[in-house]
Each structure stands twice: as C-alpha cells, then as structure tokens.
C-alpha cells in the first residue's frame, strides 16, 4: 500500500508536484499516468525517499521509506534504466545491491533469468541496449521479492516480446498480492495492464479510479460525418443543439447529438451524407481530454 | 517467483553485508584497479630512477664525500612521486562517490539501502582499508627498492634505520588521507571533472599559497596540509643537522612530528564526516 497525502514539492519558484494524495492498493495494477514533465517522476522518487517533500507525506507499507535501514524486501523500484554504473557488470551490479540488503546469491541468478539476461550476466552494463537496462532495471526490483513494485515506465525500449513480458509481470505480480505502480505517459501502455489508474497533470491530481470509471469519464460520444453540403449540415446541427468540427481528413465531427438525430436531421432536410459513424471516446481520448490543459510541454500546431 | 516475503523473515539490518557490497562495487571496476596499478608503478618508478641515477653518481664519483651527500630516504620518498599517489588516490577515493552520482547509480543505491549514512560509511571503510593497504605497498616498496639499489654502494638503510619506518609508515597514511579527501570533495562536487580538479588544487596547490615566513599564521595554514604532514614525516633525522657540513634553510615554524599525524588524522576525520554529512541531507 502506498499513501500520498497533500504531497508538494518545490524546487524553487516551480512546484513540481502540488497537494497530491492518492491510494495505491495492493493486489491490482495501479496505472501512474500524465503527460511529460506532469510530476510521476518525482512523486516516485519521494516515495522512495530519494527527494524530500516541500510538504506533506507519501508513505509505503504505514513508514515512510527512507525510515527503513534497507529497502529491497519492503519495495522492489526501477525509476531509470540509466541509474547504474557502466563499468560493472550486470552480475556486480545485482550481486552488490543483494549483498547490501542480505539477500542470497541465488536470488541474483533466479531473477537475472527472469529478466532473460543469464547469457549477458558477465558483460559490463556500458553495453548494454536500452531494452536491456530496463530488463537489468526490473531485475533489481524482483531481488528482495518485494510486497510493493515501483517501476517508472517499464516499457521504455522493450522489444514486443519484452513488453509482453513485462505485461505478464506486472499481471503476475499484482496477482500475487502485491501492490504494482507503474508510471507511464502513453494510456495504450496502460490499457490491458492496469486495473486503476492515479492520472496527474501539472503535479496535481486528475483522478484516481478504476480504468472502467475514467474511461466513463472522457465518454463525450461524438459523430463522425461526411457531407457534400457541410454549410446546410453546420446550420442543421447548430440548431438542434450539437456543433461541427472539421477534421483533417475532409470529415466533420458532430458533438452533442447521437448519430441516429444527425441522420434523421439530414434526411428531413435533404442534406446528403456519405458516412455516418457514431463513435465512443477511448480511454486515450479521455486520457488527452482530461490532460490536455495540463499538458507541460506541448506539441506546436493545431490539435 | 515464489510466494510473497512476510516483511517479519527480513534479517536484521547488519553493516557488514554494506561493507561486503561496497566491497563487490569497489573490485568490479576495471577503471579502479588500473589506476592503482598505474598510479604504484608510476610513484614506485620514479623513486627507483632517482636512486639508479644517485647510486650511478657514487659509483663514478672520485670524491669520497659524494656518498655522504646523498640523503638514502629522500630517493625513496621522492616528492613528486608522492604527490602523484595523492592525486590517484583521491581520484579513486572520490570515484566511489561521484562514480555513482554521474549515472545515477546513487538512486538505485539509495533506493535499496535508505540509510544513506550507513551506506556511506560503509564507502569510507572500504577506500580507507584498500587504500591503506594500497598506500603501505607503494611505500614499503619504494623504501625497499630503493635501498636494496643503495646497498651496493653501501648507503642503503635498514628499515630500523632512525626515521625510516616512521616516513614509510607517513607516506602509507597519504594514500587514504587523500581519498578521503576526495569522496569527501566528491560529496560536495558531485562532478567528475570538477572533483578531480577540486582535489588536485585542494591537496597539492593550496598549500602552495600559504608559503613563505613572513606572517606566522599563513605558514601555519600551510602546515595544516597534508602534504607539509608529510613532508615532516618523510624527513631523515639522522641528517636535520648535519655534522659539519653546509648550513641547511631551516624553518622558524617547522611542522612536529606529532603535529604531522595530527594533521593527517583530523583530515581524515573531516573529510569522512564532511562526506557523510553531505550525502545525507541532499535529494538525489
């Protein structure tokens, strides 16, 4: 269990995270989600007690985690695939952090196999892709077989069948009753593996639900048409309450009416249509409706 | 992956198990022991060339007072040659620090062991012990090389000799005095090239600037450092004052013998704390 209550972290003038209190429980996959520069990292990193809050408090298991003398059997973490020292190899490495934490050698083998790195085990991390690191990453989380699993986004240069794995992973993981939190900015990474989702924008709270609610959330049904005549179905629709968008594609999109009204409108008044497709919004719709003026770092031109 | 760890199995935090893994951390870097292997044969090399060229000069010398002239410990302990064991060990010393904060290894590091004092700690054990037994093998070999060259032309010193041990066991502290110096600089730096040169101004140019006898107190700053420590401790007693012969520079505020170990110590001590102080309040 991972509590973060009224969490703020400034760096100067910049809040980076503000007033962020959310429950991450054991036995799902809690999605951490937001666009880039949204705070996910630096939330993990206070709850690991990597950077101490302005305010507030995040504690995982009742303690916060810096209190523990050793961390490996109380949280399993992967914040950066790039937090490990070139020069060693991916044995040292691993075989360092369990020596510190009391964990067996044997335990360095098991989840270097896990992570399919056995055959790269002796070769320094410096060569290592970044799809490799990340395996070598959720390595080092399983040593300690930990209740809690931090990973900050896990899929980040995975080969497909690296995603799957880390899929089944986090699946198994949270299975096994144990408390799963992995922070992505991409909703389709999380789609078939969370069970909630926290969703932050601007280090604030978006919401903290079950995938089934937020995807209600961003459910603005919306109908995609096309039409010889948009300026007679622009005015049809206005009049009957709902708006037309133009689209990229030559298509107009019609909120706030069904489909089967914008058919029937254009039928009574003669108005031709070429396709009439009703459509529900995706999670990643509502996930970018939800974000999208929280968005740090945004993309140029028109959206 | 088997069943979960009831939180209650976990063993008692001991920390021995830190020392063993910075242990692992220490011996898995090739970049380390290169250095030190480099850094030995460099010192050790230039102290034997030193005595190969003084033994040369007595061997060729008509002057029977050539051989009294040269001083048998200075070849050994060749000042430059100190200074470059100075320089690598606190290379080394502050690697085990900024090695982890330039890739971000300090997170995972910190992620696993939260009790960043300890982990620290267990860093300042492991460097002092190699490096004192790193700093004890380039000394002893250096004293040994070089009066077995001096032997032939009988002015070799037993290690028995007034003042040979002492500067043997001296130029041994340098080496983990210097990267305490450094982890504790590294600390502070968290930058690898800022660190390095961080240390050389701190342990080698520094004392350059409080020179001269003019004020007492700027020579007494510049007693204070390592390398003046040294200096007194590498010093032959058998030829402070020599018998007869040509009046040596003498300092009005020379640097004691028990001021030199004193000098070393609190160092040490500071730089140890200032490391672990240092690493313990700030976000990583």
Redesign the interface.
Known sequence: MIEARELTKRYGGTTAVNALSFTVRPGVVTGFLGPNGAGKTTTL?MA?????PTSGSVTI?GRP???????????G?L??A????????AL??L???A????IPRRRVTEVLE?AGLAGAARRRVGGFSLGMRQRL?IA?A?L????VLLFDEPLNGLDPEGVLWVRGLLR??AA???TVFVSSHLMSEMEHTADRLVVIGRGELIASESLADFAARGNRRSVAVRTSDPAALAALVTSAGGALEPEDDGSYTVTGLSADRVSELAFERRVLLHEVTARNSSLEQAFMELTADSAEYRSGGAR | MSAMTPPAAEPRARFGDLLAAEWIKMRSLRSTSAALVAGALVSVGICVNSARSNAHLIERSTNPDQRTAIDPLHAAFVPEAFQILMVVAAAVGAATIFGEYAGGMIRTTFAAVPARRSVVAAKVVVVTAVMLVYGTAVAAASFGVTQAIYDPVRIGLPITAPGAFRAVAGSALLAPVSALVGMALGALIRHTAGTVVASVGVLLLLPRLFGGETYRWVKEIGNAMPVSAWTALVENPARSLPPGGPVRWVSRYPVSVTEAWLVLGAWALVAAAVAVAVVHRRDV
């Open positions: 990193r690991l007690g990597l950077n101490t298991g985690f810096r209190e523990r003398p050793r961390g490996l059997r109380h949280v973490a914040l950066d790039g937090d490990v020292h070139g020069g060693r190899s040292a490495h075989s360092a952090l020596r510190g934490n009391a896990e990453g080092a399983l300690g077989d930990p209740p198994r993981l096994e009753g144990r």
